[in-house]
């Protein structure tokens, strides 16, 4: 009898590209993040795609609200994580904001966005605007041994 070895590879996929310009565009965007991330192989831990789905959300709102009115989504994936980059025409970068405990007008969604990632830039570009950049570390559902 032989051993059999398994390896387990990471699929590359295309960067996933996705535009919006009105609050059902944001809803389109957690869709389309939840279903990049269902298709990774091998699979992220249990959760990343809500994790990741919450961040797109927060950041394209946000580009609605604050960066102009539309954004542009791309979703990549390494084998150690998955990056987020919302594109919108802005060039001002997100602010903190003390949040609203009373009048309910926000200011929760970018501390929650750089708590939940493990690193958020943001850069000029594209043209006049800017891109925020997110990170997820991917955790797989698998412990080799």
């Known amino acids: 009898m032989t051993d059999t070895d398994i390896t387990r590879t990471h699929t590359h996929r295309a960067p996933v590209l996705a535009e919006g310009d009105s609050s059902a565009g944001i809803a ?7 279903a990049f991330v269902d298709g990774l192989t091998p699979a992220p831990a249990a959760g990343t795609a809500e994790t990741l789905a919450l961040v797109v959300s927060e950041l394209t709102t946000n580009a609605l609200r604050y960066g102009g009115g539309r954004y542009t989504l791309e979703l990549t994936a390494t084998a150690d994580a998955l990056h987020a980059a919302v594109s919108d025409p802005s060039p001002a970068p997100p602010r903190e904001r003390t949040p609203d405990l009373n009048g309910g007008t926000g200011g929760f969604g970018w501390p929650m966005v750089r708590h939940l990632t493990s690193m958020v830039t943001v850069t000029p570009g594209p043209g006049q605007g800017k891109t925020v950049h997110a990170r997820l570390r991917r955790r797989p559902r698998f412990v080799d041994s």
């Open 28 to 34: 389109h965007a957690r869709d389309v993040t939840r």
